[in-house]
């Protein structure tokens, strides 16, 4: 139960100031997110990764030149963002206002233009970000489908490192015994396995590398209610978002968690409808976050948003008590 007893720092919708559109990227929402450009002939990142006090993984980062600073890789964010500080230290030019949707609601928040953020051999130009107090953040900024999209990017636990690749099509992939994929679909980086099973409850689950914790919506209870009877409650904890603000919710024991081939058991999640279900679009079906609590199980994880898979690599992983993990080949 240690690893669960730990704060969320929950993800950012953001709505144009007067409107009532959400923004992916501060364009209309769900548009397609272009891969990354590189400046050289190399094509992939290896950097050498950082925790944060919530023990989420930070890569260097370059902004107009200069760094490196300290980001959240987070495959659950729609957009990045950069810290207040960060913003002022590099004077970034202002943008147009916002208004962030928090866990405890709706609030206005400044945006900052980046010239050129770079990562590794990947560059983007011409970024407008929203900044937020690095005492939320608790890094220089965080880094979402707006840059990571049309990457590979694995975490490698074992030897903290974290690889950030122009995936590359190939007719034929060969791997270690040791390594299960798990297909993933959506559009625009919003990649979701739709074929979870938990507890008999078909349900979406999203990889949320910027999340310590993994959550549950309400509809998801609800389905595990309806279908077993009853829940195995474990208490509550506290969520914090990174826009300020505290949400209790529950934790329940899952039993069986099955996603294809692998199979996690004693789990535990917390219950509650933070606003990355909204943001895509899966507020009223069952739906799981899957957060640093489940995948630093493993050695390696990978994602490919290109060929729309995760990878899963089991072998000499760090030891952690809970969740168990089993693979159930055919």
């Keep these: 139960m240690s690893d669960i007893n730990r704060h969320y720092l929950c993800r950012r919708t953001l709505i144009r100031a007067g409107a009532a559109t959400c923004l992916s990227g501060l364009n209309p929402a769900w548009s397609a997110v272009a891969p990354?450009?590189?400046?050289k002939d190399s094509e992939d990142a290896k950097l050498a990764a950082r925790n944060t006090a919530a023990n989420?993984?930070?890569?260097?980062?370059?902004?107009?030149?200069?760094?490196p600073y300290q980001f959240v890789v987070d495959t659950a964010a729609e957009q990045s963002v950069i810290s207040t500080e960060l913003a002022s230290l590099l004077a970034?030019?202002?943008?147009?206002?916002?208004?962030?949707?928090?866990?405890?609601?709706?609030v206005?928040?400044?945006?900052?233009?980046?010239?050129?953020?770079?990562?590794?051999?990947?560059?983007?130009?011409?970024?407008t970000v929203p900044v937020l107090p690095r005492a939320l953040l608790k890094a220089d900024g965080f880094l979402g489908l707006d840059v990571i999209n049309g990457t590979r990017v694995t975490f490698d636990f074992k030897k903290r490192t974290l690889r950030v690749e122009a995936p590359r099509y190939a007719t034929q992939r060969i791997y270690a015994p040791d390594i299960t994929r798990v297909k993933a679909y959506g559009s625009a980086g919003h990649?979701?396995?739709?074929d979870c099973?938990?507890?008999?409850?078909?349900?979406?689950?999203?990889?949320?590398?910027?999340?310590?914790v993994s959550i549950g919506n309400t509809a998801l209870r609800d389905a595990l209610l309806k279908k077993n009877g009853k829940l195995s409650e474990m208490g509550p904890?506290?969520?914090?978002?990174?826009?300020?603000?505290?949400?209790i919710a529950p934790t329940?024991?899952?039993?069986?968690?099955?996603?294809?081939e692998l199979t996690f058991s004693n789990a535990a999640i917390a219950i509650a409808d933070v606003p990355v279900f909204d943001s895509w679009r899966l507020q009223n079906k069952p739906a799981l976050l899957v957060g640093m609590d489940f995948l630093r199980q493993f050695a390696v994880v990978s994602i490919d948003y290109r060929a729309q898979e995760i990878r899963f690599e089991l072998a000499d992983a760090p030891p952690h008590p809970r969740p168990e993990v089993q693979i159930e080949k055919a």
Excluded: Y
Aim: proline share 4%.
């Design 56 to 67: 989420q993984m930070t890569v260097g980062v370059f902004i107009n030149g200069q760094g």
């Design 237 to 247: 904890i506290s969520l914090s978002g990174v826009t300020g603000g505290e949400l």
């Design 92 to 106: 970034l030019p202002g943008g147009r206002e916002v208004v962030v949707k928090g866990i405890n609601g709706l």
């Design 197 to 212: 099973r938990m507890d008999g409850v078909l349900a979406s689950a999203i990889i949320d590398t910027g999340a310590e």
């Design 191 to 194: 990649l979701r396995i739709s």
């Design 252 to 260: 329940v024991r899952i039993n069986r968690l099955r996603m294809q």
């Design 108 to 127: 206005p928040a400044s945006t900052a233009r980046i010239s050129k953020l770079t990562l590794g051999p990947f560059v983007h130009r011409d970024l």
């Design 36 to 39: 990354p450009k590189t400046d």
